[in-house]
């Protein structure tokens, strides 16, 4: 259909027009039209037309909705589209029959939401020319009033399409409307809200509209309008249909917190009057205690944004809201609103005066921590944490220990998010009184604290507030909470491990991960104090240096002598030679922990240690590997490190040609950690380096070759850096190397390719229709590259394409969410089809992918739909051997999980339901007792993640 696309939208535009028994005022503003539309209107219903011999209607209809199938499916068109396609279409909102002006309305919306959920990773999108987006802007103008008469039309469909017109322009143009809201489209637009006889749908459009509207507009654009608009929100608040005072509610709270920004000091006086008259009928409807859910929900929020923001200018009103506010905490219908609303309130910068509510809230939301409901917990972990920072001084020790004593259930590792929450929660409480009998109080809740310390998960932000925790608590003054009591306590399973743990030769004492977050935990106590550090650095070298200490012992000893000599000069201790002699001892654990070790200590001192390890690399061939390691640890820190680029300067020549020596090592884990060290220091001398990488990729060595592409991605950083505009010049010829005749440069090709897209999509966007075929090669299966094993009795099939196929799917994973705009999505969609019946991790891949084209690009999946199900049912029909072990039934039910969790993304399309090959398939699960279960169970958990994102 590609090449005929041209023709069949000139077609419809030709098409469109076509009237040929009505003459049409040819003055572009349209001025007789409102009357053409009367006229019109009243002649009977919608779909009674004036002249029954005229069927002319039909041909306009017809090629309205081609070309909203058009747009629909040819994102990659959107710019032409908007050259040639949207004038048209606007000149044609004069259309006379009603139900084809509906149509023409609903193509400019499908325009309007193709450009919408283009890809906004670059910062200048708004100013490309030719863009979409730009052309949209210049266009803007006559879209807008063509919009403003429509909202005048009689008909109630006409109306409420120029609604979603105006609203889905806000969606791509949040500021769009600025120019042109008084007094073209105000008056017009509220009313459509305060009118009696508007049909709610009508009236529930308008008011997204006005949301829209607030959203992307300053308080000094919407503040003259505040007049006209407060007693319209009244109006909409009571109104009789509960649909239209929840999203008059809704605006009410968007409208409070644009007027009034956090933080802001000054307050209008036509803001305050405005806000003083909504705020008394929002507490009409509070009050009401009989009334829809969302209503209530609504007015709880509604509430607590005009208390939290306006709070000081309704000091009288404040005491009898907030007792309101707690009797909606008590219910369980309200609670969760409640909650969230009183935590606005108590992170509010106006410090609300909100002490009598801690001794009824905080006993009440901390009862909330032991429910099973998650939402409810977050947030009143959220509340607590609130009202701790901000009205801890009125805190009683009670009601402390009434918090804390629910905190200690919440620290494990079950749900981090929660944990983490907790952890911060009990950071501001043990900071909140030094010398505190907290811990004292429950017993359980070090233990707790000290276990999650210890779990194999703790990394990023939950890492982070258990480190803020552990310093927090050893500045207590508690004397049994001081740093050496603790240290002692996190080390203790490592030091005297378990009877069980002994037992198993050559095993470590807890998981191998935990070291780690051990370690940074006891680094953090250490520095606590640094002048009792010396002591700890000199326990843990003597740890290391004993004949009798176990690998988990010198591992944790290595790890916290790293952590700290990042942050303190250990030049005065012996530190650097029994590292290096850590370095030869016979755990792979132990010896990659001395490399990280050596890497850090090295940072503390660089001008004294960085040339003795260059000798050591040099010297060294035994262990050039861990050695490449502590090097490529230098300079990932001082590459961030304010000063730490100067430092490195003298030293850029040596360690650039040692680097470039070894590109050509056997061992990958050397040439991966050369790579990476040769990419960062691209970082530091842009101009110089990076043409001595570009003049890598001939060399004759593939090896060699892997290296320069590989270090190219650690060029590619997720923020703007001075080394882009080279990357852009020459990146192409780093990534031809998707066509080299060796399958692992191909492979490290791939990745950089993934690296370049997710972080910097603009690098490569230019080059897609060179990148894409090349990349959609490797997405196939090579006879050539599957081979058989014999393994005794047994052969064994290895694909070695398999890893260069799923660094291809991975790529085209990251391209929906970068440059999907740039894509034929036709031509990817076949090859998305492919993956669903390749290998078990390449289909979980592109489940993942059928889920979320599914939502981004719904009308061109449902051309596809016949074979993409049929895809799902092999899948889903796929039978496990008799003799298969538990880890197959395992993944069996994992590929069909993930099957039917792509499935019901497809149901989510607008008549997907309706195709006969889903039908069938949907008849055949309800058959199965086992799949209806399964399908069941996956919908289910769909519905309960939307709900707790929400």
């Known amino acids: 259909m590609a090449p005929y696309i041209d023709a069949v939208v000139q077609r419809c535009l030709e098409f469109i027009k076509y009237d040929p028994n009505y003459n049409y005022d040819s003055d572009d503003d349209m001025a007789g039209d409102d009357d053409q539309d009367q006229a019109a209107s009243e002649g009977g219903d919608a779909e009674d037309y004036s002249d029954d011999d005229d069927l002319s209607w039909k041909v306009r209809r017809a090629a309205a909705r081609c070309l909203e199938a058009v747009i629909v499916t040819r994102r990659d068109l959107l710019a032409e589209f908007y050259r040639c396609v949207a004038p048209a279409i606007v000149a044609r909102f004069k259309e006379r029959e009603q139900n084809v002006k509906a149509d023409i309305l609903a193509v400019y919306v499908a325009l309007l939401r193709q450009t919408r959920t283009l890809p906004n990773a670059e910062p200048d999108a708004m100013e490309v020319e030719e863009s979409p987006v730009a052309l949209l802007k210049s266009q803007r103008g006559e879209l807008v009033r063509a919009c403003a008469k429509l909202l005048t039309d009689k008909n109630p469909r006409t109306r409420q399409e120029a609604l979603r017109v105006l609203t889905e322009l806000l969606h791509v143009l949040p500021a769009a409307l600025g120019e042109q809201l008084q007094p073209l489209l105000l008056p017009k637009l509220l009313h459509c809200i305060s009118e009696k006889q508007m049909p709610s749908n009508v009236k529930i459009d308008a008011l997204q509209l006005l949301q829209a509207l607030i959203d992307g507009h300053a308080p000094a654009i919407l503040r003259p309008c505040l007049a006209a608009t407060g007693p319209v929100l009244v109006l909409a608040v009571d109104d009789s249909f509960y649909k239209v005072v929840s999203e008059a509610l809704y605006v009410v709270q968007k409208l409070v917190v644009n007027l009034r920004p956090t933080g802001e000091r000054t307050v209008f006086a036509e803001d305050e009057r405005c806000v003083r008259t909504l705020f008394g009928s929002v507490l009409g409807r509070l009050r009401v205690a009989d009334i829809d859910q969302e209503v209530k929900e609504r007015a709880i929020a509604a509430m607590g944004a005009i208390l939290a923001h306006f709070g000081d200018r309704l000091a009288d009103e404040l005491p009898g809201t907030v007792s309101l506010l707690l009797e909606r905490l008590k219910n369980e219908v309200t609670r969760l609103a409640a909650v969230r609303a009183l935590t606005l309130m108590a992170q509010s910068p106006l410090a609300l005066p909100l002490g009598p509510v801690l001794e009824q809230a905080v006993p009440i939301l901390a009862s909330f921590l032991r429910k099973n409901h998650r939402a409810l917990r977050l947030s009143s972990l959220n509340c607590l944490h609130a009202l701790v920072l901000q009205y801890g001084g009125s805190l009683s020790g009670e009601h402390q220990l009434e918090v804390v004593r629910e905190l200690a259930p919440l620290l494990n590792e079950s749900d981090l998010h929660i944990a983490q929450l907790a952890v911060q929660l009990l950071t501001s409480l043990t900071r909140l009184q030094r010398r505190t009998t907290l811990f004292r109080a429950s017993p359980e809740l070090l233990s707790s604290v000290l276990s999650l310390a210890r779990s194999p998960l703790l990394q990023g932000t939950s890492l982070r507030a258990m480190r803020e925790l552990f310093v927090s608590m050893a500045e207590s003054g508690d004397p049994d909470l001081a740093a050496p009591a603790l240290v002692q306590r996190l080390l203790l399973p490592i030091y005297e491990p ?441 919908r289910r958990d769909s519905s309960e993640f939307k709900m707790d994102t929400n």
Request: hydrophobic letters at 45%; a negative charge.
């Open 498 to 938: 378990s009877s069980e743990m002994r037992q198993l030769p050559g095993s470590l004492a807890v998981h191998k991960q935990a070291f780690h977050s051990v370690a940074q935990i006891v680094a953090a106590l250490v520095l606590t104090d640094q002048t009792a550090s010396g002591s700890f650095v000199s326990k843990f070298l003597q740890d290391l240096a004993a004949a009798d200490s176990t690998d988990s012992v010198r591992l944790v000893s290595l790890l916290v002598l790293g952590y700290v000599g990042k942050q303190l000069d250990l030049s005065g201790f012996d530190v650097w030679s029994q590292v290096l002699r850590a370095l030869d001892l016979e755990s792979e654990d132990v010896k990659s922990a001395a490399s990280f070790a050596l890497g850090c200590v090295a940072v503390g001192d660089l001008p004294m240690y960085l040339p003795h390890l260059l000798r050591e690399i040099q010297s060294e061939k035994k262990r050039q590997y861990l050695l490449l390691h502590a090097l490529k640890e230098v300079i990932n820190c001082e590459s961030t490190r304010k000063g730490g680029i100067e430092t490195l300067k003298p030293h850029l020549s040596t360690i650039w040609q040692l680097l470039f020596s070894h590109c050509d090592c056997p061992e990958e884990g050397a040439r991966n950690g050369d790579a990476e060290c040769l990419g960062k220091l691209c970082l530091l001398e842009p101009e110089v380096l990076l043409s001595q990488l570009q003049k890598a990729l001939s060399h004759a060595s593939p090896l060699f070759r892997s290296v320069a592409v590989t270090a190219i991605k650690f060029t590619v950083v997720d923020h703007p850096h001075g080394i882009d505009t080279l990357l852009k010049s020459c990146l192409g010829d780093f990534l031809a190397a998707l066509t080299d005749a060796d399958l692992h440069v191909r492979h490290v090709a791939l990745l950089t390719f993934n690296s370049a897209v997710h972080n910097k999509p603009s690098l490569v966007k230019e080059r897609l229709d060179t990148l894409l075929p090349a990349l959609y090669v490797e997405t196939r299966v090579k006879a050539e590259l599957i081979r058989e094993v014999s393994m005794g009795p047994f052969k064994h099939t290895i694909d070695d394409g398999l890893d260069v196929r799923k660094a291809a799917f991975e790529c085209m994973y990251t391209l929906l969410d970068a440059c999907l705009d740039r894509v034929n999505v036709f031509e990817f969609l076949s090859h998305v089809e492919e993956g669903l019946k390749d290998h078990y991790d390449i289909k979980m891949l592109t489940f993942l992918m059928l889920a979320r084209l599914a939502t981004l690009v719904p009308g061109q999946v449902l051309q596809k739909l016949d074979s993409l199900v049929d895809a799902l049912r092999q899948t889903v029909n796929q039978k496990v051997k008799s003799n298969a072990v538990k880890q197959e039934y395992e993944k069996m039910d994992e590929l069909r999980r993930a099957a039917f969790r792509a499935l019901n993304a497809l149901l989510q399309i607008a008549d997907a339901d309706k195709n006969p090959v889903m039908s069938e398939f949907l008849n055949q699960i309800r058959n199965n007792k086992e799949l209806k279960t399964l399908f069941e169970s996956v």
